[in-house]
Nanobody, 117 residues
Framework: QVQLVESGGGLVEAGGSLRLSCAAS????????MGWFRQAPGKEREFVAD????????SYPDSVKGRFTISRDNAKNTVYLQMNSLKPEDTAVYYC??????????WGQGIQVTVSS
């Protein structure tokens, strides 16, 4: 069983920054790709970023590329999402995920990020 607990969300003004953290417990999460998704009200869930087990490979959609940075600390079983130059359209619930055998099988409970204009 894997548990993911997100922290670091909140309210920030446009142009500001937030850093999300996700602490994993249970199975050896350090062996798997971890990432983030988000879902805004009335919209579909959107991929935000992921990072492979070693931290040597990351991916982002164009909507956040250059503004968001994902990283991980395997000694702490924690993945981070540094979000800079935030925009109102980044407002969403952000979910931490673990990818196992090609599928995002484990999800956190989600944390709210609100960017005011």
């Amino acid at each position: 069983q894997v548990q993911l607990v997100e922290s670091g969300g909140g309210l920030v003004e446009a142009g500001g920054s937030l850093r999300l953290s996700c602490a994993a417990s249970g199975r050896a999460s350090s062996s798997y790709t971890m990432g983030w998704f988000r879902q805004a009200p009335g919209k579909e869930r959107e991929f935000v970023a992921d990072i492979n087990w070693s931290g040597g490979s990351t991916s982002y959609p164009d909507s956040v590329k250059g503004r968001f940075t994902i990283s991980r600390d395997n000694a702490k079983n924690t993945v981070y999402l540094q979000m800079n130059s935030l925009k109102p359209e980044d407002t969403a619930v952000y979910y931490c995920v673990i990818k196992v055998f090609g599928a995002y099988r484990y999800w956190g409970q989600g944390i709210q990020v609100t960017v005011s204009s």
